[in-house]
């Protein structure tokens, strides 16, 4: 068999520090990331000291100020960096994406003083963050959730139970959405909750098909006190702010799913072209060639939508509709490709000896995070043709 190391991708990078970024991140990926995923993943292992290093090397916060630790890059840079580490290890490109997520409601409705206090620890820090918005009972229904928050004098106290929280149990910090007030999306209020927050705990992990490594579980809160300096926002605006990061978050999902499906075609191809079958590489055979082809087609294409949708987004415009198309459009090329992979490799892309059957077993969760891929449809929609007329009675 040849080399099965990648080739990069030819990226349109806006200036000479961003093509820096993304070499940084390569380096990091290759050296660091991608020798350990297979393995670490199979024995469940979180790759913390990954992050303490992305982190140091400046790429844990790159879409944010740079006044409080930030990289000030644009969004269209920092989803090719997530690109680039979503490719070596999911676990690592979604970590990061969850991070940034978690980030968002600090960095775009806090106070100044809260800024100054808190951002610059979580961006370049060390620290890992994590988006607590799912309930058991509440998933793509978000503005149900149930669990609360009651003032006390100058604290709030937070009892309830959050549910499919990635870094739970082991994040410093929750960017937390609770009720405040009445029923429905207008009631809820968003708080930055530190990770030892007394009363709080993460759940035993869940039991995953794949991406073993990044924990997801449940977070308690059992009268979890925090003042009211820790309130993010106005009283109530909590799930506007939560719908803000969502926007943002489906980009970094969408960049997540090009990663992986740009792995899963760069082992089909290497495996092609070393694979004998009738006394020829099998990518001679004009219906494998086809397959690649239509692959290498949507994970472009893929690209290049979610990357219109950042640079919408950075250029102050409206872009909710195409953050919806692209985590849609990506995470569906993600799944397909990393299937169309093991259909590549045969036998042995159903064997743990190559990477393609844990690259479909990741895809999958792609689909459903960050609302799924049927809330997606449901979003395009409602931006062409307006909201669903309800029924009564």
Known sequence: MPDRAPQPVDRQLPTDEARDLISLARDIAQREIAPRAAEEEDAGHFPREIFTLLSRSGLLGLPYDSEYGGGDQPYEVYLQVLEELAAARLTVGLGVSVHSLSCHALANYGTKQQQVEHLPAMLGGGLLGAYCLSEPASGSDAASLRTKAVRDGDDWV?????????????????????????????????FLVPGDAAGLSGAAPEKKMGMKGSPTAQVHFDGVRVPDERRLGEEG???????????????????????????????????????????????????????LADMATQIEAGRALYLA????????????????????????????????????????????????????????????????????RMVIARHLAGPEAHRTG
């Open 158 to 190: 937070i009892d309830g139970t959050k549910a499919w929280i990635t870094h739970g149990g082991i994040a410093d910090f929750y960017t937390v959405m609770a009720r405040t007030g009445e029923d429905g999306p207008r009631g809820i209020s968003a």
């Open 237 to 291: 605006q909590g799930f506007a702010i939560a719908l803000s990061a969502l926007d943002s978050g489906r980009l970094g999902i969408a960049a997540c799913a090009i990663g992986l499906a740009q792995s899963a075609l760069d082992e089909a191809v290497a495996y092609a072209r070393g694979r004998q079958q009738f006394g020829r590489p099998i990518s001679d055979f004009q219906g494998l060639r086809f397959m």
């Open 309 to 376: 949708a950042a640079r919408l987004r950075d250029a102050g415009r409206p872009f909710a509709k195409q953050a919806a198309m692209a985590k849609l459009h990506c995470t569906d090329t993600a799944m397909k490709a990393t299937i169309d992979a093991v259909q590549v490799l045969g036998g042995y892309g159903y064997t743990a000896d190559f990477p393609v059957e844990r690259y479909m077993r990741e895809a999958k969760v792609l689909q459903i995070v960050e609302g799924t891929n049927q809330i997606q």
